[in-house]
């Protein structure tokens, strides 16, 4: 044992090394392994919130398409006066427009219904806060005269409304009476309309759902 001796000091040496490196392992390695962690976690953060990004532009330009469909058209969308009015309002203004176009082609109303806000509808999928929509389902009494009148009366109405279904049939015991299934979806601005930008604002491309001359 005495000639190995003079290698205690090596081998302790050594051994501190020895420890002292797995002590440093211990003490950088989860340090390192939570660094490499967080920075893929921001990373990931980033590459979501890009992705975000691009989902809310493609929204806006939708929506900036909608808009710039409806100044090229014949007809405007309607606004209301003052902001913050509720849907029920901006309803009521136009639905009143409807029936008031009812009575005065002398069209009784066999039943009525309505829905806010159709899923289908690319207004109200683009849209949302920016326009209001509604279904109007209605079964008619009419004759042919009067009900030739109501469609023409709403071609000609200054606000666009669109004729989602019409459905016809005679009433079996008097064929001079027609029994009419109309459905109407009435669109709105949630908040009073900008005039001045919406002039300056150039034309777009159709989209689905929203073509260049709003569709009757």
């Known amino acids: 044992m005495e000639k ?8 302790l040496f050594c051994f501190v090394i020895f420890i002292t490196l797995i002590a440093c392992y211990n003490l950088v390695y989860p340090k390192y392994t939570q660094s490499v962690t967080e920075a ?12 975000l990004q691009n989902k809310l532009q493609i929204v806006q330009r939708k929506i900036k398409q909608i808009k710039d469909s409806i100044v090229s ?5 309607y606004s209301p006066i003052e902001s913050d009015l509720g849907n029920e309002t901006l309803f009521f203004t136009l639905y009143n427009d409807v029936i008031e176009m009812l009575h005065a082609n002398s069209i009784k109303i066999k039943s009525i219904d309505y829905e806010y806000n159709p899923e289908t509808d690319s207004f109200v999928k ?12 209605m079964e008619l009494i009419s ?17 666009y409304i669109k004729i989602n ?3 016809v049939q ?7 009476i027609l029994l009419s299934k109309l459905s109407l979806r009435l669109y709105a601005h949630t908040s009073p309309e900008d005039v001045a930008a919406q002039a300056s604002s150039p034309s777009a491309p159709a989209i689905d759902g929203a073509t260049t001359a709003l569709p009757q």
């Open 143 to 159: 004759n042919y005269v009067n009900l030739g009148k109501l469609i023409q009366d709403i071609y000609q109405y200054p606000y």
């Open 73 to 77: 058209s014949q007809k405007k969308i």
């Open 4 to 11: 190995y001796k003079k290698y205690y000091g090596v081998i």
């Open 170 to 176: 005679p009433y079996p015991k008097d064929k001079k």
């Open 165 to 167: 279904n019409l459905e």
């Open 40 to 51: 893929q976690n921001v990373a990931d953060k980033q590459k979501e919130v890009e992705d």
């Open 126 to 137: 683009f849209g949302k806060d920016v326009y209001f929509v509604c279904d109007v389902d």
